[in-house]
């Protein structure tokens, strides 16, 4: 059996730790949780597409997390037409 993946891009540690107990709390088997914490290496995460599901803050330092998945769907667009 697998258990869901899940990504967390965050740039905020406290957001990570919450996130991290409250799946632990809520899960019935197990999560695998893996954080990145800032623009770069969310969208490099979720272009390796390794994960289920992506939780994204929309606050990423100057950034912000539409424009981090509107950069990964452009980015996964282009690397499907090669």
Sequence with gaps: MT???VLL???????YLLTRTLLEEAAV????LDWASTYQH???SLLEAAHDVALVDYRL??????D???AARAAAR???SC
């Design 68 to 70: 981090l998945l509107r």
């Design 29 to 32: 088997g197990s999560v695998s």
């Design 9 to 15: 891009i965050d740039d905020d540690e406290d957001d």
């Design 42 to 44: 969310g969208l490099s």
């Design 78 to 80: 282009r690397l499907s």
């Design 3 to 5: 258990f869901p993946s």
């Design 61 to 66: 330092g100057k950034d912000n997390g539409v």
